[in-house]
């Protein structure tokens, strides 16, 4: 069986896979619609599920940890709304309040400095909006990756992540290059679909198996990821946006701006399973009962169609917003790659294909996979 990744075998651009930091025009902080709109839209999942817990385990202090908790307005915003459900589910029960330890986990890279100074404002609001016996909740930092573990045996309660398990921790081994191809394309060889196949399985594994140990029997765990509606690995559900991004890196070759070598040796860290497979893993695991596993689609620039319609009256706000959520998930892996020199270019570029008519007859839809586990005895 697969082992969880040894530190030692993570890639040295780690540093690079995070979101623009700050809170800038290009930070993920002030570009995070989409993700905003998917935690909205999972609600529901992920309050039934803090619900059951509660219903079955009453713990004095309620461990509930975030991975993969990014930076910005949205990383306390499903916590938030955790914590309100439980505090609403106890005062039915007549219970006194637990007390609540949060874990916050992503990346060392990260910008927790962010997360940290809102820290307050969200103990604050706490405070203001749970009437009087509401508990102490304590807000800690957890920098590394989530294909390790991070906690001890036993130790949690919840875990809820949103919009991080598609990055696979590593650059996948491949073959054979994936040559004018930045991600498991259509065109890409056989062996480099395998190879990305491969590495989300293994990754995947280690994340249950890690879980598994930290997570107390009867504990709930909510995963939301970017996936695709059929089991055919290359079907183009939500991968537009990386086949722009190819075409602008392979025009700028072809002007002599980007080395060829330098784009045939750029892949990105990105795999959208499907609902099949994530149910294979989780069953050959073993450590978690699936509860719920529902499969939805949302607007990539994280407007719905009324609003895209309303936009799309002004000349270029179409693609305005949808090269803002780019350029804050995407610019560290760019700059750390090519250089900081064509990063304006590229997007300028990006943003010139994504409002040519001719573009937007294209799916621009992000296929997402919710689901709900059990952590069984």
Same mark, same amino acid.
């Given at each position: 069986?697969?082992?969880?990744?040894?530190?030692?075998?993570?890639?040295?651009?780690?540093?690079?896979?995070?979101?623009?930091?700050?809170?800038?025009?290009?930070?993920?902080?002030?570009?995070?619609?989409?993700?905003?709109?998917?935690?909205?839209?999972?609600?529901?999942?992920?309050?039934?599920?803090?619900?059951?817990?509660?219903?079955?385990?009453?713990?004095?202090?309620?461990?509930?940890?975030?991975?993969?908790?990014?930076?910005?307005?949205?990383?306390?915003?499903?916590?938030?709304?955790?914590?309100?459900?439980?505090?609403?589910?106890?005062?039915?029960?007549?219970?006194?309040?637990?007390?609540?330890?949060?874990?916050?986990?992503?990346?060392?890279?990260?910008?927790?400095?962010?997360?940290?100074?809102?820290?307050?404002?969200?103990?604050?609001?706490?405070?203001?909006?749970?009437?009087?016996?509401?508990?102490?909740?304590?807000?800690?930092?957890?920098?590394?990756?989530?294909?390790?573990?991070?906690?001890?045996?036993?130790?949690?309660?919840?875990?809820?992540?949103?919009?991080?398990?598609?990055?696979?921790?590593?650059?996948?081994?491949?073959?054979?290059?994936?040559?004018?191809?930045?991600?498991?394309?259509?065109?890409?060889?056989?062996?480099?679909?395998?190879?990305?196949?491969?590495?989300?399985?293994?990754?995947?594994?280690?994340?249950?198996?890690?879980?598994?140990?930290?997570?107390?029997?009867?504990?709930?765990?909510?995963?939301?990821?970017?996936?695709?509606?059929?089991?055919?690995?290359?079907?183009?559900?939500?991968?537009?946006?990386?086949?722009?991004?190819?075409?602008?890196?392979?025009?700028?070759?072809?002007?002599?701006? *980007?080395? /060829? $070598?330098?784009?045939?040796?750029?892949?990105?860290?990105?795999?959208? @399973?499907?609902?099949? &497979?994530? =149910?294979? +893993?989780?069953?050959?695991?073993?450590?978690?009962?699936?509860?719920?596993?529902?499969?939805?689609?949302?607007?990539?620039?994280?407007?719905?169609?009324?609003?895209?319609?309303?936009?799309?009256?002004?000349?270029?706000?179409?693609?305005?917003?949808?090269?803002?959520?780019?350029?804050?998930?995407?610019?560290?892996?760019?700059?750390?790659?090519?250089?900081?020199? *064509?990063? /304006? $270019?590229?997007?300028?570029?990006?943003?010139?294909?994504?409002?040519? @008519?001719?573009?937007? &007859?294209? =799916?621009? +839809?992000?296929?997402?996979?919710?689901?709900?586990?059990?952590?069984?005895?």
């Amino acid at each position: 069986m697969p082992k969880p990744i040894k530190e030692e075998l993570m890639e040295v651009t780690m540093d690079a896979l995070r979101m623009n930091e700050g809170l800038g025009e290009n930070s993920y902080a002030n570009n995070s619609l989409l993700q905003k709109k998917v935690i909205l839209m999972t609600r529901p999942i992920t309050e039934a599920a803090i619900t059951e817990l509660y219903n079955t385990i009453s713990p004095k202090t309620l461990c509930i940890a975030d991975l993969g908790c990014s930076s910005g307005p949205n990383t306390f915003m499903a916590i938030f709304d955790l914590i309100k459900n439980v505090d609403k589910r106890r005062k039915s029960l007549g219970l006194e309040s637990p007390e609540y330890q949060i874990f916050l986990n992503d990346l060392p890279s990260n910008d927790f400095n962010t997360i940290f100074k809102s820290v307050p404002e969200f103990l604050e609001r706490l405070r203001n909006e749970m009437e009087a016996g509401f508990g102490l909740c304590f807000v800690t930092g957890v920098p590394g990756s989530f294909y390790q573990r991070l906690f001890p045996t036993k130790s949690l309660h919840f875990i809820h992540s949103s919009y991080s398990l598609h990055w696979l921790s590593r650059i996948p081994e491949m073959e054979e290059a994936n040559k004018g191809n930045i991600h498991m394309a259509i065109s890409s060889p056989p062996s480099v679909k395998k190879a990305y196949m491969n590495q989300f399985k293994q990754d995947f594994f280690a994340f249950l198996s890690c879980r598994g140990e930290e997570m107390v029997a009867g504990g709930r765990m909510v995963l939301t990821m970017c996936g695709r509606n059929s089991e055919e690995p290359c079907r183009r559900d939500g991968t537009y946006r990386w086949e722009v991004l190819s075409m602008v890196l392979r025009d700028m070759v072809a002007e002599g701006l *980007i080395e /060829e $070598e330098k784009l045939d040796s750029f892949n990105l860290r990105d795999y959208r @399973p499907s609902v099949g &497979e994530l =149910k294979h +893993l989780v069953e050959m695991e073993g450590s978690f009962r699936i509860d719920r596993l529902e499969v939805y689609e949302i607007y990539w620039n994280g407007y719905d169609e009324g609003e895209i319609s309303k936009h799309e009256k002004s000349q270029d706000v179409f693609g305005y917003y949808i090269v803002k959520c780019m350029r804050a998930v995407v610019e560290p892996l760019l700059v750390h790659h090519f250089g900081e020199e *064509i990063i /304006e $270019e590229v997007f300028l570029r990006y943003k010139q294909i994504i409002n040519d @008519p001719m573009s937007r &007859e294209e =799916k621009t +839809l992000f296929v997402n996979v919710t689901v709900s586990l059990t952590k069984m005895i």
